[in-house]
């Protein structure tokens, strides 16, 4: 069966230090990943998502970036925190049909002071 | 814009009773929708898909209707346990990008 892991669960950075959340897949090939923001009473904010090893694209221009070097594994990182970066970030899985339905990781609380 | 909306205040049912959850959109016209359940500090489930053909999915105790003249899909739970106190997430989709346009959820309480 499938697994998505996710870390770091928590983690508290501050303003201006480098961020790094890993994201893993098993048990299935030539997945799209997606990193998303929750924010608390707002729907899930796409920030990336990836249909192969090295494509990225970005829906929301931010100081954060993506990276996918393995076809299992999604990386998002930054240089610099903000404050408004804290918040509850998800990463997913789905299979390559455009409707089929998203499997999250447990997600990652991180807050920066 | 497109918008969706959820019950932005917390629905407290009895147990035992059916629990009738609401998303409704505008300026968009989704090829399918999904519903999802997310438990506090953890990741959604999915729970059901729909698609704009279909007018009810069921699973379970699970119902879905998807009415795309009224712009609403409502989602059903019957027999409602205290186990089902979670919030609910609704989920649009079928444009480009991969990308999904969220509700906010709604918080479900059922009381035992």
């Known amino acids: 069966s499938q697994t998505i892991h996710q870390w770091p669960a928590t983690l508290v950075q501050p303003v201006g230090s480098p961020l790094s959340l890993e994201c893993t897949v098993e048990?299935?090939?030539?997945?799209?990943l997606y990193w998303y923001r929750q924010a608390a009473g707002r729907g899930l904010q796409l920030l990336f998502y990836?249909?192969?090893?090295?494509?990225i694209s970005s829906e929301v221009p931010q100081n954060l970036s993506a990276s996918r070097p393995q076809d299992r594994q999604f990386i998002l990182s930054s240089k610099k925190l903000l404050l408004s970066d804290s918040g509850f970030y998800l990463c997913?899985?789905?299979?390559?049909?455009?409707?089929?339905?998203?499997?999250f990781g447990e997600g990652s609380r991180l807050t920066v002071l | 814009s497109q918008k969706i909306e959820q019950n932005s205040e917390a629905l407290n049912i009895q147990e035992g009773k059916t629990a009738t959850l609401t998303c409704n959109y505008t300026n968009y016209s989704p090829a399918y929708l999904q519903w999802y359940r997310q438990d506090p500090g953890r990741g959604p489930v999915f729970l059901l898909l729909i698609r704009e053909n279909e007018k009810e999915k069921r699973k379970e105790r699970l119902k879905v209707t998807f009415d795309t003249t009224l712009k609403q899909s409502l989602f059903h739970i019957t027999a409602s346990q205290p186990a089902d106190s979670a919030t609910y997430l609704c989920a649009l989709g079928g444009g480009s990008n991969y990308q999904l346009i969220w509700g906010a959820g709604t918080k479900l309480i059922i009381k035992p």
């Open positions: 990836s249909v192969g090893i090295g494509q």
């Open positions: 048990g299935t090939s030539n997945p799209n």
């Open positions: 997913a899985w789905s299979e390559r049909v455009n409707t089929g339905e998203l499997f």
